[in-house]
T-cell receptor, first 114, second 111 residues
């Protein structure tokens, strides 16, 4: 069974540029999560989807971050414009549904903003 | 607010049991204890979770004290591949399920 797929694995951009990250969850998983992980810290939840509905986006900085999961399968997280402080690893995870306790994480996208 | 307290680092000899402690003195009655680990440059990996009974699976055992204020994750025979950051997380089950990660414990397994 394929795991959670994320692309790109690495991205280097200059500040004020836009950037997008893509995630394809495990087939059949209804719940999808985006996390941000700063160096030396644990992951922090940005947004959680149940199918195509964002059920928790309280931690998403909506002035520059946006996310979508149009058909309830794959998802895109966008930053526009990127700032130096956005340099981090962006992790995607999925689970069968909200009530399921095990989340499966992808390898993450490491973003460097210069 | 930090809901769990873990030592920042621990060492363990290869082949020995690794016992990772976690304090969660403010845990509420309907909150579970979850353990995840993160190997360098990978995403976190689920290990085990429990409510109040001890749990065991193919990866580890989870021992929760009777008052539920602390727990211990046990890796019975640590290998070099178990070197990772281990996160202890308390959170609600069901629709309230949400993982709030702390800084975790860096476990280093030495040959």
């Amino acid at each position: 069974e394929a795991g959670v797929v994320q692309s790109p694995r690495y991205k280097i951009i200059e500040k004020k540029q836009p950037v997008a990250f893509w995630c394809n969850p495990i087939s059949g998983h209804n719940t999808l999560y985006w996390y941000l992980q700063n160096l030396g810290q644990g992951p922090e939840l940005l947004i959680r989807y149940e199918n195509e509905e964002a059920v928790d986006d309280s931690q998403l900085p909506k002035d520059r971050f946006s996310a979508e999961r149009l058909k309830g399968v794959d998802s895109t997280l966008k930053i526009q414009p990127a700032e130096l402080g956005d340099s981090a690893v962006y992790l995607c995870a999925s689970s069968l549904d909200l009530a399921y306790n095990e989340q499966f994480f992808g390898p993450g996208t490491r973003l460097t903003v210069l | 607010d930090a809901k769990t307290t873990q030592p920042p680092s621990m060492d363990c000899a290869e082949g020995r049991a690794a016992n990772l402690p976690c304090n969660h003195s403010t845990i509420s009655g309907n909150e579970y204890v979850y353990w995840y680990r993160q190997i360098h440059s990978q995403g976190p990996q689920y290990i085990i979770h429990g409510l109040k009974n001890n749990e065991t699976n193919e990866m580890a055992s989870l021992i929760i004290t009777e008052d539920r204020k602390s727990s211990t994750l046990i890796l019975p025979h640590a290998t070099l591949r178990d070197t990772a950051v281990y996160y202890c997380i308390v959170g609600g089950g069901g629709s309230n399920y949400k993982l709030t990660f702390g800084k975790g414990t860096l476990l280093t397994v030495n040959p």
